[in-house]
């Protein structure tokens, strides 16, 4: 079976179909699910058709892998959005063992893909700073840190389809994977890299809503902090800002803004 990727053919083979997976390519199914959108999980996709060449896998087999680890996605599960898939053992497995330790997820999917490139694990995600620390734990813990904001922020604005929840705005570029709890108070293991403590903005919102003059509330509309009108700007740009409030957000494909961390926001940083 012949894929074009980049201008090149890619051969796929099919030796391993009907062949069970193993954990380690289940958690590389599930770390690539994690930072693709819904509706481009596809055996098309670039990224799905190069995870499935590394694995000697077809990219439908790939596809349908993560189809089937979206079975175990509660979000997913009350929109009916996967109704036709059907999740084996290990898929669940990988999902419970993972879903609210979302840095191991994508820590150990990133030594594996090192393991298999046979690269450092730096190298896989383009992290050059780190070559003058010397080896050792502090490194490690350093590394770890990046493979989680890169995956954090990969799955936050995917799962937008890289556009501003606000205003539509899709210019990656411009685009910031703001956390809803902000990191610094943020548990490192449920909600540093959770993309449900995410929501993708234009730099301008980003900042407003750091610093809490927006918000939103529990069905995702949203609010505007009444600190605006004492703002010093002109007219135009304070409606501008005042005509976004009580509208509801473009909401992602997966990983709705979680209700707890909403709270959050609501109670400990925005201005009201």
Known sequence: MVYIFKKEAVIISDERNGIKWTREETILAFDLYCKTPFGKISRNNKDIIELANLLGRTPSSVGLKMHNLAHFDPELRKRNVTAMAHGSKLDEEIWQEFSQNWLEL?????????????????????????????????????????????FFRTSVLNSYNNRCCVTGLSKPELL???????????????????????????????????KGFITINKDYCIIISNYINKTGMDEQTRNWLISYNHKQIYLP????????????????????
Request: with cysteine; glycine share 6%.
């Open 106 to 150: 994508t820590y150990q999917a990133q030594l594996i893909l090192a393991k298999r490139k046979n690269i450092e694990v730096q190298k896989g995600l383009n992290i050059n700073d780190y070559e003058i620390i010397p080896e050792g734990e502090y490194k490690e813990q350093l590394i770890k840190i990046r493979i989680g904001q890169y």
């Open 176 to 210: 910031i994977a703001s956390h809803i709890k902000p990191w610094k108070d943020s548990d490192s293991k449920t909600e540093k890299t959770n993309p449900s403590n995410g929501l993708c903005l234009n730099a301008f919102h980003d900042k407003a809503f750091d």
């Open 253 to 272: 494909d997966k990983f709705l803004p979680g209700k707890e961390f909403i709270q959050y926001h609501n109670d400990m940083i925005f201005k009201g």
